[in-house]
């Protein structure tokens, strides 16, 4: 009952904002019906055109592109995160002497990087890919590295006394712990690739969803821009539940944690 | 802070070793380096030897370096002064002969119990579907048979205490050594567990070095309890011979007479130390330095 009832609360929010969108635009009570076309469309013109783009086959080769340059990005920047992550772990001096360029290259804004990347990789989906990597990379990197880092000591020391040999170690102990800490960033370095891939087709390229959008806001069509962005949402929502599905699978071992929001 | 006045350590060294002995700790002193530069002696000039067979509890007070003998035992510290022998043998790096029951938990978290068992025959080369039989078969034999696809966050305290010792057990090893295993638990859990203990230990009795700061459990269990004093550079204080027959159930056992008079004659030198401690830890609280 509880639940019927926040759901209910829930859609109400979404039919109020929608009313009043259509309101504002539609009458002439807050200006001219034209202006206010212009700068904010209307709801059913951006659901007729969400629901055209959906049903024909461009939108999905645009999304193909969109979802491969994530990916990409996502698998690329895991692994050489994974890889560094572990090399400065157990490293102390590596760690040391490269710890205040990381933490420079971690603070600098990776979008000023898009257009030495467009220049460099080209106009193709490298160059998304490229840009994804560099939010994906740090954010696994550092994750890995604490996983590493803060293994319990007790549990080392008993994987020890068990006789485990260093192989054995880091197949036993230091792996399942780096990789818990990178699953407990899933969401963000996920959310991160496709930042990457959205950003760097919105600055430059011929295909996927920051693409289309850029297209259509170049010639003022707010339709297409709006459609454009509750395309791209219900993507992301959908990727998103993926990676949900994904990190129940992997994380079973784990006490149901607090963090998330949905009923378990 | 008598016990500095005592003979050097180097002096007790050579008697500290008799033949066949599992584990001989001769003349021990051990040192930590602290983070600050400074330095910490916890304990010094032990001589503990322990027995193929035996069953040593040690007990004193809060602090006194109880789990650094152990570690040293283990092998997971290595003495500043003084020589670990284990079967007559000078020990090197880890005590591959030795399990070990920690007081945290030290189980890993992403294995089931079952896997947690199972890893343990894995440096030893058993093969996978050996391991598996086996590990049911200890499992079972900790009355965790039902429990062998659970996560250790799954499990009550006890029941992971079960594992860990299934984890140890399972390995055969030569020497025990146990640090305050059952501290965390309940009264009546750490009664069934002790119980469970004295039933596995029985049966092929290993030496078992066993540090706990409850000295009833120490007696309800031992063959000899230790007692040591009060840290830093504590000492071992006294040696007790427990001669109650075996086999016991350690909550009859303590009813009996014989048990009152061994835990009056401990009591009497191990509250000496207690108070001392306790004295120290308020003067040491002033200072803010504290053992690692």
Same mark, same amino acid.
């Given at each position: ?264 | ?12 060294? /050579? ?8 584990? /001989? ?15 910490? @002696? ?60 920690? @007081? ?8 089931? /119990? ?52 299934? @984890? ?122 504290? /053992?690692?």
């Amino acid at each position: 009952m509880k639940r019927l009832k926040l759901l209910c609360l829930q859609i109400l929010v979404m039919i109020v904002f929608l009313a009043l969108w259509h309101v504002v635009t539609t009458t002439s009570l807050f200006g001219d019906v034209k202006t206010s076309q212009f700068f904010f469309s209307t709801p059913l013109a951006v659901i007729a055109r969400t629901v055209k783009e959906l049903s024909g086959p461009a939108i999905y080769w645009h999304l193909g592109i969109t979802l491969t340059e994530t990916v990409l990005a996502f698998v690329i920047g895991s692994a050489a995160g994974i890889l560094f992550g572990f090399a400065f772990a157990r490293n102390a001096l590596l760690s040391a002497v490269f710890d205040p360029y990381i933490k420079a290259a971690n603070a600098l804004p990776r979008v000023v990087l898009a257009p030495i990347f467009a220049l460099w990789f080209g106009l193709g989906i490298w160059s998304k890919v490229a840009l994804g990597f560099t939010l994906v990379f740090f954010i696994v990197f550092f994750n890995v590295y604490q996983g590493v880092r803060e293994v319990s000591p007790t549990i080392l020391a008993n994987a020890r006394m068990l006789g485990m040999n260093e192989r054995q170690l880091f197949r036993h102990v230091y792996w399942p712990s780096a990789l818990t800490w990178m699953f407990s960033s899933l969401h963000t370095s996920v959310g991160f690739a496709l930042v990457g891939a959205v950003v760097g087709e919105y600055l430059g390229s011929s295909a996927g969803l920051g693409y289309k959008i850029h297209e259509a806001e170049s010639v003022f069509d707010v339709t297409g821009v709006f459609a454009g962005m509750v395309i791209l949402t219900i993507f992301v929502i959908a990727i998103d539940a993926l990676v949900t599905l994904v990190e129940r699978r992997l994380l079973v071992w784990r006490p149901a944690q607090s963090a998330t929001t949905t009923a378990t | 802070m008598e016990l500095q006045d005592r003979p050097q350590a180097g002096a007790g060294a /050579a008697a500290g070793s008799p033949d066949g002995a599992a584990v /001989a700790l001769a003349g021990v002193d051990i040192t930590f380096h602290l983070a600050d530069g400074g330095r910490y @002696q916890a304990v010094k000039g032990i001589d503990l030897s322990v027995s193929p067979g035996e069953f040593v509890s040690i007990v004193g007070p809060t602090g006194c370096g109880k789990s650094t003998l152990l570690n040293a035992a283990a092998g997971l510290l290595a003495p500043s002064a003084g020589r670990v022998g284990i079967f007559g043998k000078p020990l090197v790096g880890l005590n591959r002969r030795a399990g070990y029951l920690f @007081q945290q938990d030290a189980l890993m978290p992403w294995k089931t /119990a079952l896997d947690n068992v199972k890893v343990a025959l894995e440096p030893m080369g058993v093969p996978e579907r050996e391991a598996a039989q086996r590990a049911r078969e200890w499992l079972a034999r900790v009355g965790l048979s039902a429990f062998v696809d659970r996560y250790p966050h799954m499990l009550s305290g006890g029941q992971r205490k079960r594992v860990s010792l299934a @984890q140890m057990l399972i390995r055969n090893p030569e020497i025990i050594l146990m640090d305050e295993p059952f501290g965390p638990l309940d009264a009546q859990t750490r009664q069934i567990m002790g119980n469970l203990l004295l039933d596995l230990w029985s049966r092929d009795r290993k030496a078992l070095m066993f540090v706990t700061h409850d000295l009833e459990e120490a007696i309800a269990l031992s063959d000899r309890v230790v007692v040591m004093s009060a840290g830093p550079a504590a000492g071992i204080v006294a040696d007790y011979r427990v001669a109650l027959p075996r086999p016991r159930d350690i909550a009859d056992i303590r009813l009996e007479k014989a048990f009152h008079e061994i835990h009056r004659d401990i009591w009497s030198s191990l509250r000496v130390e207690v108070q001392k401690a306790y004295a120290m830890g308020e003067g040491r609280e002033l200072v803010g330095g504290d /053992a690692p």
